[in-house]
């Protein structure tokens, strides 16, 4: 079969760090155009990965839309809602950074549109893609399946984070400014006042990809039975599930340093899983499983790979078999549903 033809909307850091050069490597697809609204910056990418079309303009690229099998959407978060929904329209698969968008609202409104369409819709929780975390819930299905460590007591959600960047991981730049700012939509529910957008936005940036993996794992919406929101120091979350207790704690600790961890405690064990800062090439999530019924500790640790491609490679066979298999957008929008929840929880306070 001939390569599968991707556009891509953005080569911004984040389109070039964790897409652009990822599906480059992918022998099975090829970048086949780029939207990028810098002129020196689309010059410049688009050589070095040697991308045949060039748009200035997303509205571009959607003129040639039938040259393309699968679009991915890298651009700054309020602008990401709009320009998916336009994309939806066109029937070809589509995957989007996180969150999918500022507000439940806006979300389901992409929903409706997909499902109108017939279209995929991917949204890029790329720690879901982290080895570690694909081997760990492997054996998470297996031990709720046999209960070898009987029923789950607590899961915890643990980000205490700093910049997390890779200055080893280089991308191009071009000097210009980056100022296209529309077509966008707010970064927050309706309902929110809009002195609380920011800490919001932030809020829904970085968490999402806790509150995702907690779904992944559990399958569940919690309920939120307490919230306490600080935004510069730590924020902490009690969360309800029908059988067990979940806690979500998130803040800063230093500019720099990472510290990472959801661990799933059981009546007689534990699953405690280490993730990496995820810019970071080549770092992998570990794991430790503490089975008290028999006493023993096995420590689990994978060959470098990395969750920003493994994400890359897994949209490509996504389009290939015609069908997203994890990180659907029906799936994405009750993480926003849940975030929504514990600000709401906050502020009833
Ligand atoms: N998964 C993660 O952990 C993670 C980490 C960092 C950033 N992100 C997300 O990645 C996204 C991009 O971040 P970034 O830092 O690369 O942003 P950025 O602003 O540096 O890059 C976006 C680029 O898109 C271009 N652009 C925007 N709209 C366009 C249009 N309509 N037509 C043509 N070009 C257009 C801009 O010129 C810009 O160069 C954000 O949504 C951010 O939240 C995710």
Known sequence: MSK???????????????????????????????????????????????????????KDLIKDINNFDGVVIVTKRDMIGPLTNEFLKLKKPILTEKPMAGSVEQSIKLLRTAKKFRTMHKIGYNKIYDNGIIKSKIIFDKLIKHKTLGNIVLIKSHRLSGSGYDMNNKYLMSGEMNKLSKPNWPLKPKWLP????????????????????????????????????????????NLKYKKFKGILETGFFTKKGWDETFEIYF???????????????????????NNRKSNTTK????????????????????????????NKAIDAVKDVKIIEKIWKRYLNK
């Open 299 to 326: 420590k689990f640790k994978f060959k470098n790979s990395w969750s920003f491609k493994n994400q890359c490679d897994a949209f490509i066979n996504d389009i290939l078999k015609k069908k997203i298999t994890t």
């Open 194 to 237: 809009k002195k609380y957008e920011k800490p919001y936005e932030k809020y829904l940036n970085l968490y999402c990809h806790n509150i995702s993996l907690m779904r992944h794992f559990t399958g569940e919406m919690p309920k939120v039975v307490n919230a306490d929101l600080s935004d510069s120091t730590m924020s902490i979350v």
């Open 267 to 289: 009546e007689f064990g534990s699953l405690k899983i280490k993730l990496p800062p995820q810019h970071y090439k080549n770092m992998t999530a570990s794991f430790i499983l």
């Open 4 to 58: 599968v033809k991707l556009g891509i909307i953005g080569a911004g850091f984040n389109g070039q760090i964790a897409f652009i050069q990822n599906f480059y490597k992918n022998k099975k697809c090829e970048i086949y155009g780029l939207a990028e609204a810098r002129q020196k910056l689309r010059e410049k990418v688009a050589k070095k990965f040697k991308i045949k079309k060039t748009y200035s303009s997303h």
